[in-house]
C-alpha cells in the first residue's frame, strides 16, 4: 500500500520563486493536512480539507495556497518564497472524524514521509 | 495556556528504566487522543491511540484522566530503539469537524 505520498523529498529555491508541493493518498481519508516542522519546534497546522471542494485555514496560512479538486490530492502552492518558508513539510490524511458530546471517531494521522525545502 | 502541553525533555534514561511522559490539554470536550513516534527528521508515526479505560501494546501504556484532563504515556524496559520525540495529539471536534493538535514533543535519550 503507498500510503501517503509527498514529493518531491528535496528542494532548493531562490527568494520568490513559486512551486507546488504534492501530496497524494489512496486509503479513500476525506481529511487532508499540510503541516510545518522547523527545527525543534513542533508541527504547525497550514491548511486543511475535510472533503473535495473543501479547504480551510490552519495556524499559520499566509504564503501558502492550497486546492482539492479531487479525494486523492492535496497540493500546496508556495506563492512567492521566502527564506522564512525553509522548513519540513509534512501532508496527512484520516478518516475524517466526526463528533458530538456523545459519538467520537478514533481516526489517527498518516503522514507522508516529507519535504525538506530550503529557500535561500 | 497552550491547547496541548508536554514536558520538552530530554529524558535521559537507561536502558532498561521505566520512564513516563505526561500530556496535559486544555478542552474538557477532547474526545480522541494519541501518542506518535517521531524519530529525527523523519515523519511521525502512530504508537498507538488512548482509550477512556486505558490500553497497553507491549511494553508501552496509556492512560487518559478526563478530570485532570491529561494523557501519559508509559514505557518499560527501555531500549535503544526507543530513542525518539514522543508527540502527544488530542483531537477536538469543532464545527462537527475534527480539530487535530499536536503537542510540541517530548524527547527520550536511552542510553545503554
Known amino acids: 500500500n503507498a500510503g501517503v505520498t509527498q514529493t518531491p523529498k528535496f528542494q532548493v529555491l531562490k527568494t520568490g520563486q513559486s512551486m507546488t508541493l504534492q501530496c497524494a493518498q489512496d486509503?479513500?481519508?476525506?481529511?487532508m493536512s499540510w503541516y510545518r516542522q522547523d527545527p525543534g519546534m513542533g508541527l504547525r497546522l497550514i491548511h486543511y480539507?475535510?472533503?473535495?471542494?473543501?479547504?480551510d485555514q490552519g495556524e499559520v496560512p499566509n504564503g501558502y495556497n492550497v486546492s482539492r479538486s479531487t479525494t486523492e490530492d492535496f497540493p500546496l502552492r508556495l506563492l512567492s518564497a521566502a527564506p522564512s518558508q525553509t522548513s519540513v513539510y509534512f501532508c496527512a490524511s484520516s478518516y475524517l472524524g466526526r463528533g458530538s458530546t456523545s459519538i467520537s471517531y478514533n481516526s489517527p494521522l498518516h503522514f507522508g514521509n516529507g519535504t525538506r525545502l530550503t529557500v535561500t | 495556556r497552550k491547547e496541548v502541553e508536554q514536558d520538552p525533555g530530554p529524558f535521559n534514561v537507561p536502558e532498561g528504566a521505566t520512564v513516563a511522559f505526561n500530556c496535559t490539554y486544555s478542552?474538557?470536550?477532547?474526545?480522541?487522543f494519541f501518542w506518535y513516534r517521531q524519530d529525527c527528521r523523519k515523519e511521525p508515526k502512530l504508537l498507538m491511540s488512548v482509550y477512556s479505560s486505558g490500553n497497553e501494546d507491549g511494553r508501552f501504556t496509556a492512560q487518559l484522566n478526563r478530570a485532570s484532563q491529561y494523557i501519559s504515556l508509559l514505557i518499560r524496559d527501555s531500549k535503544l530503539s526507543d530513542s525518539a520525540t514522543y508527540l502527544c495529539?488530542?483531537?477536538?471536534?469543532?464545527?462537527?469537524?475534527?480539530?487535530?493538535?499536536f503537542g510540541t514533543g517530548t524527547k527520550l535519550q536511552v542510553i545503554p
Open positions: 495529539v488530542v483531537n477536538d471536534f469543532s464545527g462537527g469537524y475534527q480539530k487535530v493538535t
Open positions: 486509503m479513500n481519508h476525506e481529511y
Open positions: 480539507s475535510v472533503g473535495a471542494g473543501i479547504t
Open positions: 478542552n474538557s470536550a477532547s474526545q480522541s
